[in-house]
């Protein structure tokens, strides 16, 4: 079964352009952002890159702690993408997802192991990582703590 997503974008300008986009809830203003020497306004392809990858990251995750009965107290992510530039050549070269994982302090210590390694296997099973392998370099770097356990 296929999903099919369509998006609508409309243009103005050359390169110092902007434009628009909609897809679906998606809505926004676009164009080339300010220290690419672009007018910097409303998102660009880059935020929206990682973007896609964050998002099915932390939701890939969700669902991974979800199925392991693991207790979440909190999940928040900062994830960092890296552009390189080279004799007028943009390249994506990395994308590097930083969760921070807050368990129920009720569960058993072995839980901290078995959720860092779903955080490592979130990125490897995520539908937008796959997309992007051997383009762009994802990885995750989790913190996954106990929230303050009671004893």
């Known amino acids: 079964m296929n999903h099919i997503f369509r998006l609508k ?50 939701i890939t995750l969700a669902a991974m702690l979800e199925r392991a009965s693991i207790e979440v107290e909190s ?16 390249t994506y070269k990395s994308i590097t997802h930083r969760p921070l994982l807050v368990l129920a302090g009720s569960q058993k210590e072995e839980v901290l192991a078995l959720a860092e390694r779903l955080a490592h296997k979130a990125e490897s099973s995520c539908m937008i990582t796959r997309a992007l392998e051997g383009n762009v370099e994802v990885s995750a770097e989790p913190t996954v703590t106990f929230a303050q356990r009671t004893h």
């Open 9 to 58: 974008a409309d243009w103005n300008g050359g390169r110092g352009g902007t434009g628009r986009i909609e897809s679906g809830q998606l809505k926004t203003e676009i164009s080339i952002p300010e220290p690419m020497d672009g007018p910097g306004v409303g998102t660009n392809p880059d935020e929206m890159l990682l973007g896609a990858a964050s998002t099915c990251y932390i």
């Open 75 to 90: 999940l928040t992510l900062d994830s960092e993408g890296v552009v390189d530039v080279t004799n007028n050549v943009f």
